[in-house]
């Protein structure tokens, strides 16, 4: 087992967009709207903890190369009255691709929505059967400096 060697790559600038939703009751919605929820304010708590993750994909994920992002957007937003979407995006010029940084603020960022809410998700069996986070996917992805040439020589193998 080992990392894939990237040192013969050129930098080039990269960016990754990562998805997903959770799904919650229409009640927390409202809650998390008037900012009512006990822990603060959910939307802005789980777009730092989104950030924050991120940048310390490497530590989580054992194989990941530790990357110099240069910039991590995450959104955040109510999307109907019973789910909220986020979107990061993650920018970086590096020797390789950075979708997983995307898809680790994404994926922080809903289990942090779902820790600031979990006591208002749970049924009087404290369990949690309406709350669903899903659709966790790499929703975009660039990478410049690459010509199309080498781009088509790679793709006919």
């Known amino acids: 087992m080992a990392m894939v060697d990237v040192s013969k790559k050129p930098e080039v600038f990269r960016e990754a967009t990562a998805t997903g939703t959770i799904k919650l009751k229409t009640e927390t919605i409202r809650l998390i709207n008037q900012r009512k929820i006990a822990k603060g304010d959910t939307l802005y708590t789980a777009k730092i903890a989104g950030i924050l993750a991120a940048k310390e994909t490497s530590i989580l994920i054992p194989l990941c190369h530790p990357l110099p992002l240069t910039n991590v957007e995450v959104e955040i937003r109510v999307t109907d009255k019973g789910t909220v979407q986020v979107t990061s995006t993650v920018k970086a010029k590096a020797q390789t ?17 779902w820790d600031m809410v979990k006591q208002y998700e749970k049924d009087a069996e404290g369990q949690y059967p ?6 966790i ?9 690459v010509s ?3 781009k088509r020589k790679k793709a006919q193998g």
């Open 130 to 135: 309406l709350t669903v986070i899903e659709n």
């Open 97 to 113: 691709g950075i979708e997983m940084e995307a898809l680790v603020a994404a994926a922080v960022s809903l289990l942090t929505i």
């Open 137 to 145: 996917r790499v929703a975009k992805k660039t990478k410049e400096g």
């Open 148 to 150: 199309s040439e080498r």
